[in-house]
């Protein structure tokens, strides 16, 4: 379960960033809002699976308020999931 979460991670903060990174400037500068339109719905879904499973994890492993609040805040900054993933992620949980 651990191993789906983290991909889960992988794929919410990849699509965060090319959001951010390609999709809106190319909205702003080129006037093309193509990607927007196409990676925005994409990356919705994946942000509310990301919360979901977050909270499901939580409770299965009793994380503290603390870690349970870092893994919320983390899919709402750029490259959070990452970090969260490496820090709070113990290669040993993922069978």
């Not at 379960?1 to 889960?8: G, H, N, S």
Request: net charge positive; glycine share 8%; proline share 4%.
């Amino acid at each position: 379960m651990i191993q789906a979460f983290r991909i889960l991670g992988w794929l919410e903060g990849a699509s965060f960033l090319i959001l951010l990174l390609i999709a809106m400037p190319m909205k702003y500068m080129a006037g093309n809002p193509a990607l927007v339109k196409s990676m925005g719905p994409i990356h919705g879904f994946l942000f509310i699976g990301y919360i979901l499973m977050a909270n499901f994890i939580a409770s299965e492993l009793n994380w503290s308020m603390k870690q349970r609040i870092l893994s919320f805040a983390a899919a709402v900054l750029p490259a959070g999931t990452f970090w969260f993933e490496r820090k709070y992620l113990d290669k040993k949980e993922t069978v």
